[in-house]
């Protein structure tokens, strides 16, 4: 299977509200459900519900916007940049690696920025296409979390960091293909194993390692969301693929996959390089060998490859994949609902 994207899209239908914006369209189909029985048949769903209801915040009391932003200081370990320890790099003045940190923290704050606002869509279109009441009312709560990761990743990156990058071209292949998929099963797969488990990994990094107060504290609370909206996802296709045919089977396997590498070419910041500069294909190959580089590559899949396990997709054939992307090592990590249960137990500075 090759993952082609065949859109629809066009740019218009401009409002006041939206005038002098980048809009664009998707044509989307959807077996929209209703369900008039509103029975509770799903107890873990309905748990995670009331868990998501109790658990919601509001950003202008829960975070410190008032703290002072340096944007050019070291708030995470210089080792991450993709071309550290590089000869261009090491040619660089002082100067130069403040740009460099500045841009890299905003591109990659950039992609979680739009990751989330395709997380919200996702979210909405499952409330519309799954047949369970339970799953309707989480998918819900999942919409509202998202908005909410939109507005604090904008806020910051205007606020703090000065400004923010495109959508790279890899995500909004990969979020475009869960969109204009019809089957509410591929939405789940593709948002909340794939999209959101890779985020799940990317928060938690980013919570240990940075030591900017505000970025810690703000990526503490979303990846407390993110936590459930994985949960969310195994927990709806737990058992679903079991008994599936198996060219269907198959079918899901490959879109696992190739997300999988689509996900992994995201992070190669060529929009870092062409801003500032610097020779990009270069600097890309240096970045695909830094060993700094490659372990945060390899770590964003630490929540994904369990989450697979446990809906029955991490098959043999799939597993022989995995290793080749240097990422099977995770499949016995911590699973979305150990994260679950001791994500509010972790201190925040």
């Not at 630490?302 to 054939?317: E, G, M, N």
Request: with cysteine; aromatic share 10%; net charge negative.
């Amino acid at each position: 299977m090759s993952i082609e994207v065949q859109t629809n899209i066009k740019t218009e239908g401009e409002t006041p509200a939206t005038r002098g914006m980048p809009i664009e369209h998707l044509d989307c189909r959807l077996d929209v459900t209703y369900n008039w029985g509103y029975a509770n048949t799903r107890k873990d769903l309905r748990d995670l519900y009331t868990k998501a209801t109790h658990s919601q915040w509001v950003s202008d009391e829960t975070l410190p916007w008032d703290v002072s932003v340096d944007p050019a200081a070291p708030n995470m370990p210089e080792y991450i940049i993709p071309i550290y320890g590089s000869d261009i790099y090491n040619r660089m003045t002082p100067k130069e690696k403040e740009s460099l940190r500045v841009e890299n923290a905003s591109w990659m704050l950039s992609q979680f920025l739009h990751g989330e606002q395709g997380a919200m869509m996702a979210a909405a279109q499952l409330a519309l296409t799954v047949p369970d009441y339970d799953s309707k009312r989480y998918a819900a709560t999942q919409v509202m979390d998202e908005v909410r990761h939109v507005e604090v990743y904008d806020r910051y990156l205007h606020e703090k960091l000065g400004g923010s990058y495109p959508i790279n071209p890899h995500l909004k292949k990969l979020l475009d293909l869960i969109l204009l998929d019809s089957r509410w099963d591929m939405k789940f797969l593709g948002m909340q194993i794939m999209v959101e488990g890779l985020a799940l990994a990317a928060f938690g990094a980013i919570r240990e390692f940075t030591t900017e107060p505000l970025l810690k504290r703000m990526t503490h609370f979303v990846l407390l969301d993110e936590a459930r909206h994985v949960a969310y996802g195994v927990l709806s296709l737990k058992d679903y693929y079991r008994d599936m045919k198996e060219s269907e089977r198959l079918e899901r396997e490959d879109f696992v996959y190739e997300a999988a590498v689509i996900m992994r070419d995201r992070f190669q910041f060529e929009e870092v390089y062409e801003k500032l500069g610097l020779p990009v294909q270069q600097c890309m190959e240096i970045g695909r060998q830094n060993p700094g580089h490659k372990f945060f590559q390899q770590l964003l899949f630490s929540k994904i490859v369990p989450a697979l396990k446990k809906i029955d997709l991490l098959t043999p054939r799939q597993r022989e994949r995995f290793e080749a992307l240097g990422v099977l090592h995770f499949e016995n990590g911590q699973d979305p609902f150990e994260t679950l249960g001791i994500a509010d137990q972790v201190a925040v500075a």
